[in-house]
């Protein structure tokens, strides 16, 4: 017994002996070691474009902290890689209808990266009771003119949710002067960056220091405006085919109450998610309407879901 244990320890010893040997010889120089860097995957700093802008209104990119802040942004959503393919995809089925609305407002294209900062193109809903691709709150839904309650919620009606989020806008540009203190406001409140501007005495948003998420938010809104209009020059690669594209829809008016939208939705060769899908402001499987009001609902055009 004790021979064979004899033995085998020193096969043991004979192996260790081969492994560090090894070990020593295939550890790599300097030379392939940069060659497998090479080969791999990368990952690479940035720079830091000189003359980045919100809707037309120029970054101060000499200041050393602001240049800090935008290259943080720029970095973590380039390497966020999954993130912001799924932004690009979905930037295909939502800027269409959300760009020309813009327009009709006056407000300025760069807006519709806010909406991709707020809720990632979803119909999200965030702790504070905001909704919607727009995240709107309750109050200011129903100020502007949005039905919102347990059986409908036009917060999640993406065209009417658009002209809310314009109004809002147009109103905080009045208030505070600029374009980019505007979107500041869309995030902290009109009131609250007036009241910040006033106790820290400055006039702009980037001479004010703030709270994580505002103090953030332009950049956030930048780093993603740049990089969904460069793909290539962050590493994005895709087909245009790769991209999600809106199902064809036409609208069905109802002015009674639907008690069964189930049913509903039958009566168009669909069913009752699908109809949800493109009508995701009915929150409930049925419609009240006691006051007889005039909806439209979308319908997807035949095909599409057989």
Not at 2 to 16: D, E, N, Y
Not at 97 to 111: C, M, N, S, T
Request: with cysteine; hydrophobic share 40%.
């Amino acid at each position: 017994m004790k021979t064979v244990q004899k033995a085998l320890a020193f096969v043991g010893l004979l192996s260790l002996c081969y492994l560090f040997t090894n070990a020593f010889q295939d550890a790599p120089t300097d030379e392939n070691f940069e060659k497998k860097l090479i080969n791999d995957y990368n990952v690479y700093a940035l720079q830091v474009p000189g003359n980045l802008n919100f809707a037309g209104e120029a970054m101060p990119l000499k200041n050393p902290d602001i240049l800090e802040r935008m290259d943080r942004e720029l970095l973590v959503n380039t390497y966020w890689q999954s993130n912001g393919l799924l932004m690009f995809k979905r930037a295909k089925k939502y800027f269409p209808i959300i760009e020309p609305i813009l327009a009709k407002y006056g407000i300025p294209e760069d807006f519709k990266y806010l909406a991709v900062i707020e809720s990632g193109l979803t119909n999200a809903v965030s702790p504070a009771g905001a909704r919607g691709v727009w995240q709107i709150m309750p109050v200011t839904g129903k100020e502007n003119g949005l039905e919102v309650n347990k059986n409908v919620d036009e917060r999640y009606n993406l065209e009417k949710a658009t002209e809310v989020a314009c109004k809002y806008l147009l109103k905080s540009k009045k208030s505070l002067g600029s374009w980019t203190l505007a979107a500041a406001a869309y995030n902290a409140g009109t009131a609250g960056v007036s009241r910040r501007l006033r106790e820290q005495k400055v006039n702009g948003y980037y001479d004010l220091l703030l709270g994580e998420e505002t103090g953030r938010y332009l950049f956030r809104i930048v780093a993603l405006k740049e990089i969904l209009s460069n793909a290539s020059k962050y590493g994005f690669n895709f087909r245009d085919k790769d991209l999600y594209s809106n199902v064809p829809t036409y609208k069905v008016e109802v002015d009674t109450a639907v008690t069964d939208l189930s049913k509903f939705a039958q009566q168009f060769e669909i069913n009752y998610k699908v109809l949800k899908i493109h009508n995701p402001w009915l929150r409930e499987p049925h419609l009240n309407n006691k006051s007889r009001k005039l909806y439209h609902i979308e319908i997807p055009k035949e095909g599409y879901y057989n």
